[in-house]
Nanobody, 126 residues
Framework: QVQLVESGGGLVQAGGSLRLSCTAS????????IGWFRQAPGKEREFVAA????????YYADSVKGRFSTSRASAGNTVYLQMNSLKPDDTAVYYC???????????????????WGQGTQVTVSS
């Protein structure tokens, strides 16, 4: 079992940057896929990015490609979401999630992840 702790949200002006962290406080990320999702008020939870821990392969939603990047720490059990060129439309609660059995075709589906962090608010002002 994996317990996830997120940090790094906050308020930033449009065009600014933030880095979110997701750490496994219990367990390890070995053999897991870690996904990033976000949910704005009144909207469905949507896929943002994902990384395969073992291969370091990454995947992105079209809306964030070229602006966001996800990576894993070289040591320890932490995954990062670096968010650059932020826009007001990026405002949402951001969640990290993990699962050990996700196939590529399911990586963008939030219902396919078993473990979730508590979420962190990201607010981008115009």
């Amino acid at each position: 079992q994996v317990q996830l702790v997120e940090s790094g949200g906050g308020l930033v002006q449009a065009g600014g940057s933030l880095r979110l962290s997701c750490t496994a406080s219990v367990g390890t990320f070995s053999r897991y896929t870690i996904g990033w999702f976000r949910q704005a008020p009144g909207k469905e939870r949507e896929f943002v990015a994902a990384i395969r821990w073992s291969s370091r392969n990454t995947y992105y939603a079209d809306s964030v490609k070229g602006r966001f990047s996800t990576s894993r720490a070289s040591a320890g059990n932490t995954v990062y979401l670096q968010m650059n060129s932020l826009k007001p439309d990026d405002t949402a609660v951001y969640y990290c999630a993990a699962d050990s059995g996700i196939i590529l075709s399911s990586i963008r589906g939030h219902r396919n992840y078993d473990y979730w962090g508590q979420g962190t608010q990201v607010t981008v002002s115009s």
